[in-house]
């Protein structure tokens, strides 16, 4: 997903479509909370104008997220619609709302914007369906327990105080 402005030009005529599976699994060391990524699939197309070439693109894939509870693994599957616009020429101008990419080294790679959108889109916080996650229920010296057990159970360093109204 890497061209020059000259192998771009030479679409213009007949148009140049997109329909590719990439590797993007290297967003992981970006945010360490994305577990796995699948393969992308990018489709669409690029539009060319006088002095720009616009993408729009269809970004489809899943990834692996921990569960803000219980830190089991979800996956969250998603589907991003993106507009990535790119200067052809230095001297051209456009308006300052648009969002505009200038070349480097006189090529066009969509890869990076891609891995953007997609760090974009991962939500907040994900939630598992599974009630108790990886972590054990009890350890030394502590138990996990329900909201409606704690609200029963009487602290031990109080259990003396429940006699002083019995007398």
Known sequence: MKW??????SYKE???????????SDVKTTDREIREITPVHVKGEAVFARDSVTFRLQ??????LPCARTLNDVEYPFSIEANEIFKLEEW???EEEDDVHELEDNTVD????VKERILLEKPMQVFSEAKEGPAPA???DWEMVSSE???KKV???LKDLEKFFDK
């Open 110 to 113: 969509l890869l990076p914007y």
């Open 149 to 151: 057990e704690q609200a």
């Open 4 to 9: 020059s402005v000259q192998q771009l030009l």
């Open 138 to 140: 009890e350890g030394k």
């Open 155 to 157: 602290d031990p360093r």
């Open 59 to 64: 970004i489809d894939g899943s990834m692996t």
């Open 92 to 94: 051209a101008t456009f």
């Open 14 to 24: 007949k148009g140049l479509h997109i329909d590719e599976s990439v590797d993007v």
